[in-house]
C-alpha cells in the first residue's frame, strides 16, 4: 500500500489575509503588479506627505529638508517602483492635484 501524505485539515491551515507581522511590506516587490504608475513632479510638490501617508507600499522615499523659514522637516525624495502596484491612491490624494490648477503627481499608464 502506498503511503500518501495526509491532507492538512482546515483547522490545521493558516488563516489567510492576516498579516501576522506588522510593517512587512518592504519584503514584497509588489511593483511587477503595477499596470499604471505615478510620476512626481518635483518642481510641483510642496511636500505634506500625503502621499507618503496614503500608500499603502511604503513606495514613498523621504529626506532631510528644510522649510522656506528654515524649520527641518522631512520631503519627499522620490518613488520606489520595486513597491509601487501603482494603485493611484497617492495621485488622488495629493493636495497640489485636488486644488486642480497643477499637478505633483501624474498617473501615466504603463509601458507593456
Ligand atoms: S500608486 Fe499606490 S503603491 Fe504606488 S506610490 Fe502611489 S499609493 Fe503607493
Ligand atoms: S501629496 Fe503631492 S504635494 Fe504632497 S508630498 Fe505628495 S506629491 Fe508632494
Not at 507581522?21 to 511587477?32: I, P, R, S, V
Not at 512626481?40 to 500625503?50: A, S
Request: glycine content about 10%; aromatic content about 10%; charged content about 30%.
Amino acid at each position: 500500500m502506498k503511503d500518501y501524505k495526509k491532507l492538512l485539515d482546515w483547522q490545521d491551515l493558516a488563516i489567510g489575509g492576516v498579516i501576522t507581522e506588522a510593517g512587512n511590506a518592504n519584503n514584497y516587490e509588489t511593483g511587477t503588479w503595477r499596470t499604471s504608475r505615478p510620476v512626481w513632479k518635483e518642481e510641483q510638490c510642496i511636500h505634506c506627505l500625503t502621499c507618503w501617508i496614503f500608500c499603502p507600499e511604503d513606495a514613498y522615499t523621504l529626506k532631510d529638508g528644510a522649510t522656506a523659514g528654515g524649520k527641518p522637516r522631512k520631503e519627499i525624495a522620490g518613488i520606489n517602483y520595486y513597491h509601487c502596484k501603482g494603485c493611484g491612491l497617492c495621485v488622488r490624494e495629493c493636495l497640489v492635484n485636488k486644488k486642480g490648477k497643477e499637478i505633483a503627481l501624474e498617473y501615466i499608464q504603463e509601458e507593456t
